[in-house]
């Protein structure tokens, strides 16, 4: 038996290898030391840290409506109540993202109707025409492991039929689709400043608004009572009653906030690390046999921090073989559709949508979808990825792939297919 690639933890945040530099700590230290942990408070609202970080985010992405909250679940939930959705609505959403998001619709009084993913992982924009008709009142598209989803198309899908569309950026904070943020595309939009995400402050995150109505619902919804939903904006303030919205108390604290401000001087920095190590190993994986990198829907649409490729036609058994022929080479490597696994970004293991369901049951639901996943396999990207970590990554699937070409038969069709976005365009 050969010798491991590597033989060192494949980093990632949960081990503690996250993009934190010891300046931003100052931040967080300094809102301790004021004593004032309450974003409503006796300073104007720009002089809190949370204010600060919101006017921060909002030159950033290019809007007015920011709203810092306490995670990117929240930040979901808000976006779909700021709407104003009747009880019960029906709402749209991939069958490939976290568990958040349906959680999310959940939460907002809404009930998930899933749509199939294309082959890339992407929402299928067919399907959700499809789902479409079926009186759903909302969609939620997610940028999934940071890649854009088709918006284009989504977008013209939904202004046609009058829907309104929430954006679960949550993974894709910086990542931009045509030269605009996404986030920032549809009616709402929606981040995380988890962990793993690109602004790391534990837990939180945030929520973007194009309406202003809209953004003071969501601001009053959050957790701000008595008017102090004025305070968030610069000029007069739209006219609603806040004692006619509960209040969720789903509020980023001045703590958070102080470091996820510090965070953003070196954000760009960041994300150009992320960028260049997941090409580096994409150009250098593209000729492996018997795999397909997932695809962009544009170039340089996605984040950067996960690898996904997949086995194209390959059993769901040896896909798991080889992701954990990986490990084995010290690659933290997962097959996404292993049946035996409590993925939760798997919609077969949302079993709070599927009581008294199987889960070839809830597979069947969207065929598509599960096929595609049982096809794939996931390696976390730490932006504190070194050279030679991204060298070890792809020597490992080198090795692993090119050991396993030779006996791999003819891959089978991937069934039910339907058509490739470059059909359905």
Known sequence: MSEPIRTKAWPTYDKGHVFVDAEDLHAPRRALDS???????????????????????????????????????????????????????RVACPGFTFAATPSAILLAGCRPVLVECDEDLHLDVDDLGRKLADDVRAIVVVHMRGFASDMDRILALARGRGVPVVEDAVPALGVQLHGRALGTLGDAGAFSTQS????????????????????????????????????HFTGPAPEICDLDYPLLSLRMDEIRAALARAEMARLPLRLARLRRNFEYIAERLAGVPGIRLRAPIAPGSLLGDALIFRVPGAPVEDVVSAAAAL????????????????????????????????????????????????????????????????????????????????????PHASAPAGPSREESR
């Open 35 to 89: 004593r004032l942990y309450f974003r409503y408070d006796h300073r104007p609202y720009d002089e809190t840290e949370v204010g600060r970080f919101e006017r921060a985010l909002g030159r950033m992405l290019g809007t007015d409506h920011v709203l810092a909250v306490s995670s990117g679940t929240a930040a979901i939930a808000l976006g779909l109540l700021s709407l104003g959705l009747p009880p019960g609505s």
């Open 196 to 231: 793993d995400k690109s602004l790391n402050t534990g837990e939180g995150g945030f929520l973007v608004c194009r309406d202003r109505v809209q953004f003071a619902r969501a601001i009053v919804l959050s957790g701000a009572y008595e008017g102090r939903y004025r305070k």
């Open 327 to 410: 490990r084995r080479e010290g690659i933290a490597a997962r097959c996404l559709g292993a049946p035996d696994d409590a993925n939760v970004r798997c919609f077969w293991n949302w079993r709070f949508l599927f009581r008294g369901q199987t889960q070839a049951e809830v597979m069947r639901l969207l065929p598509r979808t599960a096929t595609w996943l049982g096809e794939a396999i996931d390696i976390p990207l730490s932006p504190t990825l070194e050279r030679a970590d991204c060298d070890d990554l792809v020597a490992a699937v080198h090795k692993v792939f090119g050991r396993t070409a030779a006996r791999r038969p003819a």
